[in-house]
T-cell receptor
Framework: SQQGEEDPQALSIQEGENATMNCSYK?????LQWYRQNSGRGLVHLIL?????REKHSGRLRVTLDTSKKSSSLLITASRAADTASYFC???????????FGEGTQLTVNP | NAGVTQTPKFQVLKTGQSMTLQCAQD?????MSWYRQDPGMGLRLIHY???????DQGEVPNGYNVSRSTTEDFPLRLLSAAPSQTSVYFC?????????????FGNGTRLTVT
C-alpha cells in the first residue's frame, strides 16, 4: 500500500492563482520530498523537508510539514501555465533506501 | 552532464519474450532504483541498489531481475514478459540514501507487452 496519499487527485486553476496540494502519510518519517512530473518525462525533485522543520520555501514553492498530523502541503503561488504537471510526495518509512511515492496530484493551470 | 540515461524509450514485446532495460548514470551515485508507473497507482519500487554488487527487492519485484556490476549501470531484466508488465519504467539515482537525498530520474521506458 502507498505510504503517501495526495489530495486532491486533480486540480484545475487559472494562471496567477495559488495551488495547494496535500500529502498524508502513515508512519513516522525522517524527511518528506516533493517531486514534479511533466507529461511524458521523469520526475524532478522540488523540495526536501526534514522532520524537524515546519516550513520550507523555494522560489514560488512553499512546503509545510505537520508531523503530529502526518501531513504535508505544497503551495505554488502565482501559478503559471508551465506549472501544469503532476506533483508527488515521497517518504521513506524508517529511513533508508526505499523511497515510496504517493499517487500524485494532477495540476492544470489554464492561461 | 547526461544525468540518468534510459534506453530504449519505447519497446513492444510479445508475451513470453525477455528483454533488458538499460539505465546508466554519470554522477557517480551509489544509490540506484527502478520504479514502474501505472495509471492511478503512482510509482512502485521494483528493485534498488545501494552500491556496486548490492541489490535488494522493492515493493513489486516478481518477474524482474537486476544486477549492479558497476557504479554507473543498473539494468533491469524482464525474464518472461507478461501483459501485466505493460507500464512506464523509471530508473533513478542518488548520492545518499534516498530518504535523505533527491532522486535523479531518467525519462523512462514505455513498455507494451501484447
Amino acid at each position: 500500500s502507498q505510504q503517501g496519499e495526495e489530495d486532491p487527485q486533480a486540480l484545475s486553476i487559472q494562471e496567477g492563482e495559488n495551488a495547494t496540494m496535500n500529502c498524508s502519510y502513515k508512519t513516522s518519517i525522517n524527511n518528506l520530498q516533493w517531486y514534479r512530473q511533466n507529461s511524458g518525462r521523469g520526475l524532478v525533485h522540488l523540495i526536501l523537508i526534514r522532520s524537524n522543520e515546519r516550513e520550507k520555501h523555494s522560489g514560488r514553492l512553499r512546503v509545510t510539514l505537520d508531523t503530529s498530523k502526518k501531513s504535508s502541503s505544497l503551495l505554488i503561488t502565482a501559478s503559471r501555465a508551465a506549472d501544469t504537471a503532476s506533483y508527488f510526495c515521497a517518504t521513506s518509512p524508517g529511513g533508508g533506501s526505499r523511497l515510496t511515492f504517493g499517487e500524485g496530484t494532477q495540476l492544470t493551470v489554464n492561461p | 552532464n547526461a544525468g540518468v540515461t534510459q534506453t530504449p524509450k519505447f519497446q513492444v514485446l510479445k508475451t513470453g519474450q525477455s528483454m533488458t532495460l538499460q539505465c546508466a548514470q554519470d554522477m557517480n551515485h551509489e544509490y540506484m532504483s527502478w520504479y514502474r508507473q501505472d495509471p492511478g497507482m503512482g510509482l512502485r519500487l521494483i528493485h534498488y541498489s545501494v552500491g556496486a554488487g548490492i541489490t535488494d527487492q522493492g515493493e513489486v519485484p516478481n518477474g524482474y531481475n537486476v544486477s549492479r556490476s558497476t557504479t554507473e549501470d543498473f539494468p533491469l531484466r524482464l525474464l518472461s514478459a507478461a501483459p501485466s508488465q505493460t507500464s512506464v519504467y523509471f530508473c533513478a539515482s542518488s548520492s545518499q540514501p534516498p530518504y535523505n537525498s533527491p532522486l535523479h530520474f531518467g525519462n523512462g521506458t514505455r513498455l507494451t507487452v501484447t
